[in-house]
């Protein structure tokens, strides 16, 4: 059973409050957007930047990097098929208070439904793959955002997944 009274760190409780309000006050936009075919991410990452410096963040930037791979950790066989080196992460900031080379990082998602979860483990193997002395953050969130409900045999796994708040699941429906 999943504790409901979860006391979250400064710094998650800052990307769970930026993730709700940016979600909540764009739901008009978001809600045409997820109707289009094509991808809506990057005008998400500007509104979650936008709502970080609103929220009082410090040097908030989009794609923040680049960040050497160190080549003995394992990385995406995509990545590794491509010859990467270095790689970028949508968002980064440092928190109102919080000193220098304190930074919270922001790797965001879109997908069609909660399937896209595969991409985003993609990004967690990715920001695995940092090299430590390329490495400056504080912390590294991730959020998927998808637009369509699953039904079907993937249903329970997607109820299990939004509800889980010992990891900061959130879901948010929109009309």
């Not at 006391?7 to 998650?12: G, L, N």
């Not at 394992?74 to 790689?87: C, M, Q, S």
């Not at 992460?89 to 919080?98: P, S, V």
Request: one cysteine or more; proline letters at 1%.
């Amino acid at each position: 059973m999943v504790d409901e009274k979860i006391m979250y760190t400064k710094r998650t409780q800052f990307i769970i409050d930026l993730l709700k309000t940016t979600i909540h006050e764009n739901q008009k936009q978001i809600s045409f957007l997820s109707r289009q075919a094509n991808h809506w991410e990057k005008w998400l990452q500007v509104e979650i930047g936008t709502r970080m410096l609103e929220l009082g963040a410090q040097e908030a930037c989009l794609e923040a990097g680049p960040y050497l791979f160190d080549d003995r950790r394992k990385n995406t066989v995509y990545r590794i098929n491509k010859n990467y080196k270095n790689t970028r992460i949508d968002l980064a900031c440092r928190l109102k208070g919080e000193r220098k080379g304190r930074i919270v990082g922001l790797e965001l998602k879109q997908s069609k439904d909660i399937l896209g979860i595969k991409d985003l483990l993609g990004d967690m193997v990715k920001a695995q793959a940092i090299a430590s002395n390329s490495w400056e953050f504080r912390a590294l969130y991730f959020a998927l955002f998808y637009y369509e409900e699953l039904k079907g045999k993937y249903k329970d796994l997607q109820d299990e997944l939004v509800n889980r708040k010992d990891i900061g699941g959130i879901h948010l429906t929109f009309n």
